[in-house]
């Protein structure tokens, strides 16, 4: 690995871009000017809505990746790329999450091709958006976990979701397990949590055909499954998923207006606004 796949401004190489959650509107500037003037788009398939497709690549090649291993992929773009086209790889969401897309970034350089990251807006940052409230809330959970449940990529000692969820103070956002909702759950409630412990389940956030399904760890399951949903989903369980609870920052309180404490005796003074930006 060159080491070189880090985002920037636009250069040589084959960009890896988050084509974001579904809206078209939510594809970066960067992106958006990549795609636009892309000879060859190889896109993640139905994941990447296909009015961002008509809207931005109208005029290029587009190969639907899905069904195709490196074997196929790599010598696709990399011909394609030495013949003098402009390729552009469109993942979904954010090619860091979840993503493979750093398999394919390492082949094709092995070929001496290179490559670059252009980050995206991942399903959890726009399921949030649905739901009007924020990962992290002052007092309520001041950490996020992105993970994925346990099945056939992952075993059951690799999944970590009940020891997320009893921290307490940590939003869990579960990708990948639409599918298994109930069993999920189902674990949650045999390591004894709360089963009033908020969950909410985001399909398809920001597409036109959004859904939005409210319910706590003991009734999630059957909600999602009488919905039918068994992908293209979001979990997020933790109370911030209500957002409830919270307690008003020090950035918008007396002590940052100066009616509070000297800025000097303040221990968290040189952190503090830097952290309530996020």
């Given at each position: 690995?060159?080491?070189?796949?880090?985002?920037?401004?636009?250069?040589?190489?084959?960009?890896?871009?988050?084509?974001?959650?579904?809206?078209?509107?939510?594809?970066?500037?960067?992106?958006?000017?990549?795609?636009?003037?892309?000879?060859?788009?190889?896109?993640?398939?139905?994941?990447?809505?296909?009015?961002?497709?008509?809207?931005?690549?109208?005029?290029?090649?587009?190969?639907?990746?899905?069904?195709?291993?490196?074997?196929?992929?790599?010598?696709?773009?990399?011909?394609?790329?030495?013949?003098?086209?402009?390729?552009?790889?469109?993942?979904?969401?954010?090619?860091?999450?979840?993503?493979?897309?750093?398999?394919?970034?390492?082949?094709?350089?092995?070929?001496?091709?290179p490559t670059y990251f252009v980050p995206g807006v991942?399903?959890?940052?726009?399921?949030?958006?649905?739901?009007?409230?924020?990962?992290?809330?002052?007092?309520?959970?001041?950490?996020?976990?992105?993970?994925?449940?346990?099945?056939?990529?992952?075993?059951?000692?690799?999944?970590?979701?009940?020891?997320?969820?009893?921290?307490?103070?940590?939003?869990?956002?579960?990708?990948?397990?639409?599918?298994?909702?109930?069993?999920?759950?189902?674990?949650?409630?045999?390591?004894?949590?709360?089963?009033?412990?908020?969950?909410?389940?985001?399909?398809?956030?920001?597409?036109?055909?959004?859904?939005?399904?409210?319910?706590?760890?003991?009734?999630?399951?059957?909600?999602?499954?009488?919905?039918?949903?068994?992908?293209?989903?979001?979990?997020?369980?933790?109370?911030?998923?209500?957002?409830?609870?919270?307690?008003?920052?020090?950035?918008?309180?007396?002590?940052?207006?100066?009616?509070?404490?000297?800025?000097?005796?303040?221990?968290?003074?040189?952190?503090?606004?830097?952290?309530?930006?996020?």
């Amino acid at each position: 690995m060159s080491g070189d796949h880090t985002a920037g401004d636009l250069r040589e190489g084959i960009p890896f871009i988050g084509a974001g959650p579904g809206d078209p509107g939510l594809l970066t500037v960067t992106g958006k000017r990549l795609v636009e003037d892309a000879d060859l788009v190889v896109h993640a398939g139905s994941l990447v809505n296909s009015e961002l497709l008509e809207a931005y690549c109208a005029d290029a090649e587009q190969v639907n990746s899905v069904g195709k291993d490196l074997e196929e992929l790599v010598p696709l773009m990399t011909d394609a790329y030495e013949a003098g086209r402009t390729v552009a790889r469109l993942h979904s969401g954010d090619p860091a999450v979840y993503g493979a897309a750093l398999e394919q970034m390492d082949a094709l350089e092995g070929e001496g091709v290179p490559t670059y990251f252009v980050p995206g807006v991942t399903s959890a940052f726009a399921a949030s958006a649905t739901l009007g409230t924020q990962l992290t809330l002052n007092e309520v959970a001041n950490h996020v976990a992105f993970t994925r449940p346990q099945g056939k990529t992952l075993s059951a000692e690799e999944d970590h979701i009940s020891d997320f969820v009893g921290f307490g103070d940590v939003t869990t956002c579960i990708y990948l397990g639409t599918h298994a909702v109930s069993e999920t759950m189902d674990r949650l409630l045999a390591d004894g949590h709360d089963p009033d412990t908020p969950v909410a389940v985001v399909y398809h956030a920001s597409w036109p055909d959004e859904d939005v399904i409210q319910g706590t760890i003991a009734t999630i399951g059957e909600k999602v499954e009488t919905a039918g949903y068994r992908a293209s989903a979001l979990v997020i369980i933790g109370e911030a998923a209500t957002g409830a609870g919270y307690e008003r920052s020090y950035l918008y309180g007396d002590w940052a207006n100066g009616e509070g404490e000297d800025e000097e005796s303040d221990p968290e003074s040189d952190t503090t606004t830097e952290t309530n930006h996020d």
